[in-house]
């Protein structure tokens, strides 16, 4: 019988990245660009070119498409290299002491140290070291399809769902989060008449447009079509949690329907990832809104 070794988040770090690359987390003062320090030496070799005589150079030139061609190699494995290295090295901050029995998968691993390599901008790399992190301290936590989605995502887009996140409510009953922005009565000729039967919020005054959300949808973080809530029950209260303010209310009419955008499974997986903040004056444009349908005790 095995025994399973307990270990904090930062020691399943260094064992991870010693079992399955073959060495320890870098520290801060060796994980150094080296790549930078190769193109230099290029720049280097080029200066002292115009140097030589034009026999040695002639001779170089015949020979130089071959160098050329192992030094592009050798500093892509290097940036490569230190690409995983960096996230390594940030994934750190995000590991904590507490006690994990469970091992990432090596598996998991070995495609996650595939896709970080050719990651070079700083804040994608933190994204990818915090989804390394959030694996150890939770294996299982994020899956291969939320990674490879993750890979095709520019910074922009990571800042649309950023602005996205911003927005996310939870209804207690009903995962993963919404973005609420409208309702409809149904079932009331008097207030259709009137053009009061439904309300609609413009997210862009918040900072999610809509270009944005369609890119959302096409990246498979939001769902494809605006969703509606079953019918709300007169009489009934309705709580929601925006980040973690509790919005109560108590439902005015019958038919009431709310309206929003729904994130999927795996875009769910990421939201906790990012560092959004509430918006008071979403909530609070929010509770206007439906304030003509249901009637909150107390406005935020």
């Not at 209804?171 to 008097?190: C, D, L, M, T």
């Not at 270009?211 to 007169?234: A, N, R, V, Y």
Request: one cysteine or more.
């Amino acid at each position: 019988m095995t025994k399973i070794q307990s270990l904090s988040g930062q020691q399943r770090l260094h064992q991870l990245a010693r079992r399955q690359l073959g060495q320890s987390v870098p520290s801060q003062r060796t994980a150094t660009p080296i790549v930078d320090q190769v193109h230099l030496s290029g720049k280097q070799q080029v200066a002292s070119q115009d140097k030589l005589p034009e026999a040695v150079i002639e001779a170089d030139t015949e020979d130089t498409l071959l160098h050329r061609a192992q030094r592009r190699a050798q500093m892509k494995m290097e940036r490569q290299q230190f690409n995983l290295e960096r996230v390594l090295l940030l994934a750190q901050e995000f590991c904590t002491d507490q006690i994990i029995a469970q091992e990432v998968d090596p598996d998991w691993f070995h495609q996650f140290s595939e896709l970080v390599q050719d990651i070079s901008t700083h804040s994608m790399q933190k994204l990818w070291a915090k989804i390394l992190a959030g694996e150890i301290m939770a294996p299982g936590s994020f899956s291969l399809k939320t990674l490879m989605l993750l890979r095709q995502m520019s910074f922009k887009d990571a800042q649309s769902l950023q602005a996205a996140a911003s927005l996310s409510c939870r209804n207690k009953s009903a995962e993963p989060s919404h973005i609420y922005f409208g309702y409809v009565q149904r079932g009331s000729f008097w207030r259709w008449i009137r053009g009061k039967n439904r309300g609609m919020l413009n997210l862009s005054q918040f900072g999610l447009t809509y270009p944005q959300i369609l890119t959302l949808m096409d990246l498979g973080l939001l769902h494809q079509s605006e969703i509606e809530s079953g019918e709300l029950i007169k009489g009934k209260p309705f709580q929601w949690l925006y980040h973690q303010q509790c919005l109560e209310g108590v439902v005015q009419h019958s038919g009431i329907v709310l309206q929003y955008y729904k994130f999927t499974a795996t875009g769910a997986e990421l939201l906790p990832l990012l560092s959004s903040s509430p918006q008071a004056a979403y909530s609070q444009a929010l509770q206007t809104l439906l304030n003509e349908v249901i009637t909150f005790p107390t406005q935020v």
